[in-house]
């Protein structure tokens, strides 16, 4: 029986000043080849001076730059998934809006669906909180 088309999944909005660096494209790429995650789709948002948001949507990854030109789940991320993200972006930033597949998790989905057993809840910590909970207790 063959295993989902998809492991879980996770949108991230990453900002940068005016367009994608190569820094941040390499950063990408080095994560991408790992296999760890997979990119399913992209879309770069810009929040204007006036406070707007401008979305364009990436139809080939490769031509914007970025590592991957398929983007296997394209489309699955809604206009008010991105709005909400975008939320966060400062005036005169702009950002990437990647959705991800954590491809090492898909295998473990599949195994799991077929005992009848599910992932109920994950919740993603952010890097800074981590490392700022661990010095805490590093210090005491």
Do not use: C, Y
């Given at each position: 029986?063959?295993?989902?088309?998809?492991g879980?999944?996770e949108l991230s909005?990453?900002?940068?000043?005016?367009?994608p660096?190569?820094?941040?494209?390499?950063?990408l790429?080095d994560?991408l080849?790992?296999?760890a995650?997979?990119?399913?789709?992209?879309?770069l948002?810009r929040?204007?001076a006036?406070?707007?948001?401008?979305?364009?949507e990436?139809e080939?990854?490769?031509?914007?730059?970025?590592?991957?030109a398929?983007?296997?789940g394209s489309g699955?991320?809604?206009?008010?998934d991105v709005?909400?993200?975008?939320?966060?972006?400062?005036?005169?930033?702009a950002a990437?809006?990647?959705?991800v597949?954590?491809v090492?998790?898909r295998?473990?989905?599949?195994?799991?669906?077929e005992?009848?057993?599910?992932v109920?809840?994950?919740?993603r910590?952010p890097a800074a909180?981590v490392n700022?909970?661990l010095a805490?207790?590093?210090?005491?």
């Open positions: 029986m063959p295993g989902p088309e998809f879980p999944v909005l990453v900002a940068f000043g005016g367009e660096s190569p820094a941040l494209l390499e950063a790429h994560t080849a790992s296999g995650v997979r990119l399913l789709d992209l879309v948002v929040r204007e006036d406070g707007a948001l401008v979305v364009r990436v080939d990854a490769a031509a914007e730059g970025f590592p991957e398929d983007l296997p699955l991320m809604s206009a008010e709005e909400v993200l975008a939320e966060a972006l400062p005036a005169g930033t990437a809006v990647f959705l597949e954590h090492w998790a295998k473990l989905a599949g195994r799991l669906a005992i009848g057993g599910f109920a809840a994950t919740e910590i909180v700022d909970l805490v207790a590093k210090a005491e």
